[in-house]
């Protein structure tokens, strides 16, 4: 069994507490015993700490050894506590976030310096009160399978409903649904189709869509009640007379229901890569098309310049730019289901375009917005390499 050491919890116990963690019962584990060690740690499964982790270290050898032996006393929504000693570039660790995943997600950040401690996590940094005994960064990981669950992904989806559903005059508003429109006409829809936006959000691209034709049945779902209702809304408002809207998975998808008909045309933009599951998201997608059906499906590109440029720099990213799948690997998925692939495009430029364009937005009261969305707008469906777009989308043809 592994020899636990001390590493003075009293030192952290500022971020403990701000973690909700008692000091007194989380296990300290010193990881340099891992290598002599023949078995796991032998605890209950909880709320682990684990350090001081030193420099110089085979980072995905290090993370495979943590793994073997935490794993086991890690419970299943509980977090791991990473204490990192000594100075270090933000890049090394995003090398540490890298390996840990898809084991781990890093979902906090403390830095240390001098005592004080300062908390960046996604919805912002600030300073910490009280003070911490020794320097270096703190990290905070989840298990991805928690991370990425349907109550974690409800209550996030929720949360952020608001800010997904820009209105007319918000920054961005005109790059939003521009993005939104080019997913939503990438195929055509016939007068009368049976139209399903598959993981909707505020439902701009099945609603574009539907603007096409008339006489369109649009149904949409979302894992968010909170983001169907501005679906709903936005239909409405928009003109489409037939509209339904359901709460649920792609993994399990609500439509069609028993005695339902399938669908003449299926989008999904921006989905898959939130799937804990992706065969069985997959599986549910070409659940919803018959013989005939056209599928339209778009996600975020993992391997642009301006993706691995953050997978490489920043600590803190979402789940889903580490989950996301290449183009190429989800035709493969869709091909093996039957489907005929029709046509590939990038859409949306990358670094340095967004960065730029959230400057614009944000700072400079939308000056440059219009000449950056033009870029985009010209670039759009070009046979530029894919690493050039941080956005892609395909069709397909249900044989």
Same mark, same amino acid.
């Given at each position: 069994?592994?020899?636990?050491?001390?590493?003075?919890?009293?030192?952290?116990?500022?971020?403990?507490?701000?973690?909700?963690?008692?000091?007194?019962?989380?296990?300290?584990?010193?990881?340099?015993?891992?290598?002599?060690?023949?078995?796991?740690?032998?605890?209950?499964?909880?709320?682990?700490?684990?350090?001081?982790?030193?420099?110089?270290?085979?980072?995905?050898?290090?993370?495979?050894?943590?793994?073997?032996?935490?794993?086991?006393?890690?419970?299943?929504?509980?977090?791991?506590?990473?204490?990192?000693?000594?100075?270090?570039?933000?890049?090394?660790?995003?090398?540490?976030?890298?390996?840990?995943?898809?084991?781990?997600?890093?979902?906090?950040?403390?830095?240390?310096?001098?005592?004080?401690?300062?908390?960046?996590?996604?919805?912002?940094?600030?300073?910490?009160?009280?003070?911490?005994?020794?320097?270096?960064?703190?990290?905070?990981?989840?298990?991805?399978?928690?991370?990425?669950?349907?109550?974690?992904?409800?209550?996030?989806?929720?949360?952020?409903?608001?800010?997904?559903?820009?209105?007319?005059?918000?920054?961005?508003?005109?790059?939003?649904?521009?993005?939104?429109?080019?997913?939503?006409?990438?195929?055509?829809?016939?007068?009368?189709?049976?139209?399903?936006?598959?993981?909707?959000?505020?439902?701009?691209?099945?609603?574009?869509?539907?603007?096409?034709?008339?006489?369109?049945?649009?149904?949409?779902?979302?894992?968010?009640?909170?983001?169907?209702?501005?679906?709903?809304?936005?239909?409405?408002?928009?003109?489409?007379?037939?509209?339904?809207?359901?709460?649920?998975?792609?993994?399990?998808?609500?439509?069609? =229901? $028993? !005695?339902?008909?399938?669908?003449?045309?299926? %989008?999904? +933009?921006? &989905?898959?890569? *939130?799937?804990?599951?992706?065969?069985?998201?997959?599986?549910?997608?070409?659940?919803?098309?018959?013989?005939?059906?056209?599928?339209?499906?778009?996600?975020?590109?993992?391997?642009?310049?301006?993706?691995?440029?953050?997978?490489?720099?920043?600590?803190?990213?979402?789940?889903?730019?580490?989950?996301?799948?290449?183009?190429?690997?989800?035709?493969?998925?869709?091909?093996?289901?039957?489907?005929?692939?029709?046509?590939?495009?990038?859409?949306?430029?990358?670094?340095?375009?967004?960065?730029?364009?959230?400057?614009?937005?944000?700072?400079?009261?939308?000056?440059?917005?219009?000449?950056?969305?033009?870029?985009?707008?010209? =670039? $759009? !469906?070009?046979?530029?390499?894919?690493?050039? %777009?941080? +956005?892609? &989308?395909?069709? *397909?043809?249900?044989?």
């Amino acid at each position: 069994m592994a020899k636990e050491h001390s590493i003075e919890p009293a030192a952290f116990a500022p971020i403990l507490a701000d973690l909700g963690l008692d000091p007194q019962t989380l296990p300290q584990i010193d990881p340099s015993t891992f290598a002599e060690a023949k078995g796991s740690i032998g605890r209950g499964r909880g709320d682990v700490f684990l350090g001081p982790i030193g420099t110089g270290l085979d980072i995905p050898a290090a993370s495979a050894l943590y793994k073997k032996h935490v794993d086991p006393v890690l419970g299943p929504a509980n977090a791991m506590v990473l204490y990192f000693k000594s100075p270090r570039v933000d890049a090394e660790l995003a090398r540490w976030r890298n390996h840990l995943w898809p084991w781990l997600h890093v979902v906090g950040l403390y830095r240390i310096q001098g005592g004080a401690i300062r908390r960046e996590s996604f919805g912002g940094a600030e300073s910490l009160p009280g003070k911490a005994e020794r320097d270096g960064f703190v990290l905070v990981a989840k298990r991805r399978e928690h991370v990425m669950s349907p109550t974690s992904t409800t209550a996030k989806f929720d949360a952020n409903a608001g800010g997904w559903n820009p209105q007319p005059g918000n920054p961005g508003y005109a790059h939003y649904r521009w993005m939104r429109r080019y997913v939503g006409r990438f195929a055509k829809v016939e007068d009368g189709a049976r139209v399903l936006d598959f993981g909707s959000g505020a439902g701009w691209v099945g609603i574009e869509a539907a603007l096409q034709a008339k006489d369109v049945e649009l149904c949409a779902f979302d894992p968010s009640p909170e983001m169907t209702r501005f679906a709903a809304e936005n239909a409405r408002a928009a003109g489409v007379a037939k509209f339904t809207a359901r709460v649920g998975f792609g993994e399990h998808p609500p439509f069609p =229901a $028993a !005695g339902e008909r399938t669908f003449d045309v299926v %989008f999904s +933009s921006g &989905v898959v890569s *939130f799937s804990p599951d992706i065969e069985q998201w997959c599986d549910g997608l070409v659940s919803t098309l018959h013989s005939g059906s056209t599928l339209v499906i778009g996600d975020i590109q993992r391997e642009s310049a301006g993706m691995q440029k953050r997978r490489a720099n920043r600590i803190l990213l979402p789940a889903r730019e580490l989950n996301a799948q290449t183009p190429a690997e989800v035709r493969a998925r869709l091909e093996r289901r039957g489907l005929l692939h029709e046509a590939t495009a990038g859409y949306q430029l990358t670094d340095p375009i967004p960065q730029l364009t959230h400057h614009a937005d944000k700072k400079l009261g939308g000056v440059l917005s219009p000449v950056l969305l033009a870029l985009n707008r010209a =670039a $759009a !469906g070009s046979s530029l390499a894919p690493s050039r %777009f941080d +956005s892609w &989308v395909m069709r *397909f043809k249900k044989r």
